[in-house]
DNA sequence: CCCGAAGCTGAGCAAGCGCTTAGGGGGACG
DNA sequence: CGTCCCCCTAAGCGCTTGCTCAGCTTCGGG
């Protein structure tokens, strides 16, 4: 059983996000600003894909930025639950990492066009806001160099540069939400795999 | 001596573009590009870094997409010939992955701002330019490939999905690009180093 | 001394942007 | 049936955008 399922962190996305129009409004922000980035999102694009008129938007949120504030939010939140669940878990820090990185990437994959949003649209967030999500990586940051501390600590990695290779492993899961396709040849699942697989590695850990 | 000091790829920039206010244009563009994204950059603003008037910048350039396009074309020639100089270098497979690895990943950390634009503005490109672009791409994809697919042949390497490892390998090396930050504490060629041995982990390289 | 080409500017156009406002329609409640 | 409140739309405001164009300056060759 994974640390997802085992934690209840359910897979039906936007549900805390009510009344309905404002979810609607929502999901068709995600696809639009993965498609064409925020910038290039337009509020009439946005409202058209969620089938109202453009002053629509404003009922529900105050400015544009103000959705993807809360796409970012939602999305971190959730990406971090995963990390916190399989750091959590019983086994191994090899397990637990392994787990983590499963998660992780399998999430960045599944759900690859908020995670599109949510890590590369950070720069379009105002100063507040982006201060709020840095905080929240900062934590998803502090996770991950825990379990690969304790499993150089038990002697089970062989890791000279924790902070740098704990940096490289994130990269690495992050940058799945960029390239992977859902039309392309290998599922969510399979990509988890390869990479639990490579990050251990990564860490020296025995086999 | 590394594969990009035997092969002369100079590391003046943008010494290719003529005439000189062209090239100011363009530096500009990159900056501007790197720093807010290509659609949040406005044309007045490439011609202000210049010390232009916003005219200016359309006696050089047809469009504001033409100068993406320079810029992406350069950048990912450039980026291509690093790989290619140290595919064909002399030593193991693994001399050559971990060279490879080292100037990829230390031309994304020193020109990070330019990589920046290289890499993830992609999407902002017109149709054919895009497909152009996407050529390199996969000539660059095929490269890396190629090393380990020798390493692999050769005994080398243990890896059992050799076009996934690639992928994750160029990722990693890629998204450098996104977190490198100049003021951090680590130089390029630290980072570089240390992703090199991280790669040599990756594809099971006997130490 | 003049000329044409090349490089650049000031002014500005049409289109599209984020966002606002006045008002309509319909369900819940008295 | 009337009243209130909540969602929503049509219209549009003020501004910025990518890009254009007529005209000015600079400069090498005849």
């Known amino acids: 059983m994974s640390a997802a399922e085992e934690t209840g962190v359910e897979d039906a996305p936007w549900s805390e996000v009510t009344p309905e129009a404002a979810r609607r409004l929502l999901v068709a922000a995600v696809e ?28 529900h949120y105050k400015t544009k930025e103000e959705l993807l504030h809360r ?24 397990d637990r990492l392994a787990d983590a990185v499963r998660s992780f990437v399998r999430w960045h994959a599944e759900r690859h066009t908020t995670a599109r949003v949510v890590q590369y649209e950070l720069e379009a967030l105002g100063e507040e806001h982006r201060a ?3 905080g929240l990586r900062r934590k998803t940051d502090a996770v991950v160099r825990g379990i690969i501390g304790e499993g150089v600590r038990a002697g089970e990695f062989d890791v ?45 850990a025995q086999k």
Not at 73 to 89: P, Q, V, Y
């Open 132 to 134: 709020e999500i840095v």
């Open 71 to 94: 796409i970012s939010r939602i999305g971190h939140d959730r990406a971090l639950r995963l990390l916190e669940a399989a750091a959590e878990g019983e086994g191994t820090a090899a």
């Open 32 to 59: 639009a600003f993965a498609e064409r980035g925020y910038h290039a999102t337009t509020t009439r694009d946005i409202a058209g894909r969620a089938g109202m008129s453009p002053a629509a938007l404003y009922i």
């Open 160 to 204: 000279p540069d924790v902070p740098g290779t704990t940096l490289a492993v994130l990269s690495l899961c992050i940058d799945v939400a960029r390239w992977f396709n859902a039309q392309g040849s290998r599922t969510p699942d399979e990509v988890g795999t390869l990479y639990a697989d490579l990050v251990l590695r990564m860490v020296g």
